[in-house]
């Protein structure tokens, strides 16, 4: 059983969000803390100025909102965004608050991931703690 759990969400629509969730409600405490964490990653420079103003608030806003619904299915969990690279946010974010597990789920690996690797091979071979992945 765990206490401090990290579950980092993507919102891509090959991802089944509700397979970490379940787990992280098995696997809890009746008292741990559940984190959801969402990683936006930078827009380039070039690209920004085509978008609206408000576009980077406006995106934070509505993805904070589907994490707190998500965070709501689970007792104590709270969802949390964060920019920049995908794995090296979720290590970071794991080094500075200490979660004894991270859920993070996973696609099929191609060969593009064998060449470049996948957030989940990054966070499986960094994290300082136990990883657990889901596909």
């Given amino acids: 059983m765990y206490h401090n759990i990290l579950v980092p969400i993507s919102f891509d629509t090959d991802r089944d969000t509700s397979a970490p969730l379940k787990l992280a409600e098995l696997l ?10 969402h990683v936006v990653e930078h827009i380039p420079t070039y690209a920004i100025s085509y978008m609206p103003q408000d ?17 709501g299915r689970l007792p104590n969990a709270t969802g949390v965004v964060v920019e920049g690279h995908s794995g090296r946010s979720i290590l970071d974010w794991a ?3 200490k979660p004894d597990l991270i859920i ?10 064998l060449l470049l690797g996948s ?3 990054q966070v499986v071979r960094h994290a300082a703690c136990a990883v657990h992945v889901v596909r």
Wanted: proline share 5%; glycine share 2%; charged share 25%.
């Fill in 55 to 71: 576009y980077m608030a406006s995106a934070r806003k509505a993805i904070q909102a589907e994490l707190d619904e998500l965070a």
């Fill in 95 to 97: 080094e500075e608050n």
């Fill in 104 to 113: 993070i789920a996973s696609h099929r690996p191609g060969m593009q991931d």
């Fill in 28 to 37: 809890a405490t009746p008292d741990a803390r559940v984190t959801l964490l």
């Fill in 119 to 121: 957030t989940a091979s």
